[in-house]
């Protein structure tokens, strides 16, 4: 490990191949793009990057419905269940959603001890206890919550959702648990089309630019924070506002997104608590565009996590 920088462990995906039709909108390509380039550009070191393994079903069926897992894992879903998952079936498909919620789980236990760590994948906002729909076959981030909270930690969780789309399955999974906060800033003529219901929904309009972006989210965030007192922080860290992005709707520039990361990061350090990342959309072409904005939001966790090291020794 590089110098003597305290560790930022992230745990990638890509190992488990996935092929998707030709022509099929979703960017598979971009999570081994981005461990290259994370890895290239010194932001992450080759022994702070873990292989994901596939979730133990015990961890999923803590979050949905154990009918749904048994037929999305033996490939019974029907055809319309198929296409409101948005990706055709296949048993490397379910292997890497499980694979997705593995990251997820090791890198908020990570979180707890270090105060920063992240998925290289995740953010599956979209699945609901009983289906998966919008390419999420399985939430993530509620069977972090579940995971930790069999062993006592997570009792106050805050999910921070800056995907374009609205977290609809993150906050149906909550809505009646007052002990999560779901915090979701998202497009409001985007998908999905019926809205369920966050702890605080922010809508944004079509078109929306970084001044009145960022000024939403300074606005909002630190305060609900503040408020609800979370023992950590999971940060859903979509890229799709991007105004190069093909499903964003929103016109942010990529330093409009970087200062969002950091302003996002700087709020959850004022509370103490730890945080995990996740990544989110982003469907931007070129796929570069992407790429660069994921990398964008892991430079400022590694930001992030130096500055706790620096006031653990001060």
């Known amino acids: 490990m590089a110098g003597s920088r305290r560790p930022l462990f992230a745990w990638s995906s890509d190992h488990f191949p996935v092929r998707l039709p030709l022509g099929h909108p979703f960017?598979?390509?971009?999570?081994?793009?981005?461990?290259?380039?994370?890895?290239?550009?010194?932001?992450?070191?080759?022994?702070?990057?873990?292989?994901?393994?596939?979730?133990?079903?015990?961890?999923?069926?803590?979050?949905h419905d154990?009918?749904?897992?048994?037929?999305?894992?033996?490939?019974?879903?029907?055809?319309?269940?198929?296409?409101?998952?948005?990706?055709?079936?296949?048993?490397?498909?379910?292997?890497?959603?499980?694979?997705?919620?593995?990251?997820?789980?090791?890198?908020?236990?990570?979180a707890l001890e270090q105060g920063v760590a992240g998925n290289l994948a995740g953010g599956t906002h979209h699945a609901f206890r009983d289906h998966g729909e919008g390419y999420c076959m399985f939430n993530d981030l509620a069977v972090a919550i579940a995971v930790l909270r069999s062993e006592g930690a997570a009792k106050r969780p805050f999910i921070v959702d800056l995907d374009v789309h609205q977290g609809n399955g993150t906050a149906a999974l909550f809505v009646e648990d007052p002990?999560?906060?779901?915090?979701?800033?998202?497009?409001?003529?985007?998908?999905?089309?019926?809205?369920?219901?966050?702890?605080?929904?922010?809508?944004?309009?079509?078109?929306?630019?970084?001044?009145?972006?960022?000024?939403?989210?300074?606005?909002?965030?630190?305060?609900?924070?503040?408020?609800?007192?979370?023992?950590l922080v999971l940060y859903q860290a979509g890229v799709d506002a991007l105004a190069e992005d093909r499903l964003g709707r929103l016109s942010l520039t990529r330093d409009g997104l970087?200062?969002?990361?950091?302003?996002?990061?700087?709020?959850?350090?004022?509370?103490?608590?730890?945080v995990v990342v996740t990544l989110g959309g982003g469907y931007a072409q070129p796929l570069?565009?992407?790429?660069?904005?994921?990398?964008?939001?892991?430079?400022a966790a590694r930001r992030a996590r130096d500055r706790r090291q620096e006031r653990a020794v001060s």
């Not at 999570?31 to 990057?49: N, Q, S």
């Open 288 to 299: 570069e565009a992407t790429v660069e904005a994921h990398v964008n939001v892991w430079r």
């Open 66 to 110: 154990p009918d749904y897992v048994e037929r999305a894992v033996a490939g019974k879903l029907d055809e319309e269940e198929v296409r409101r998952l948005g990706f055709p079936w296949s048993s490397a498909m379910v292997d890497r959603a499980r694979a997705a919620v593995y990251g997820t789980v090791m890198a908020a236990a990570a």
């Open 258 to 274: 970087a200062r969002r990361d950091d302003l996002v990061f700087r709020a959850i350090e004022e509370t103490g608590a730890p």
């Open 179 to 231: 002990s999560v906060f779901t915090f979701s800033a998202h497009g409001v003529g985007n998908y999905p089309a019926r809205k369920e219901q966050s702890t605080i929904d922010i809508e944004l309009p079509d078109g929306c630019e970084d001044a009145d972006y960022l000024d939403t989210v300074e606005r909002f965030l630190p305060r609900a924070l503040a408020e609800h007192g979370p023992d």
């Open 27 to 63: 960017p598979m390509a971009k999570y081994a793009a981005l461990r290259k380039r994370l890895l290239e550009d010194g932001v992450l070191a080759p022994d702070e990057i873990h292989h994901s393994e596939v979730a133990p079903l015990d961890w999923i069926l803590r979050v």
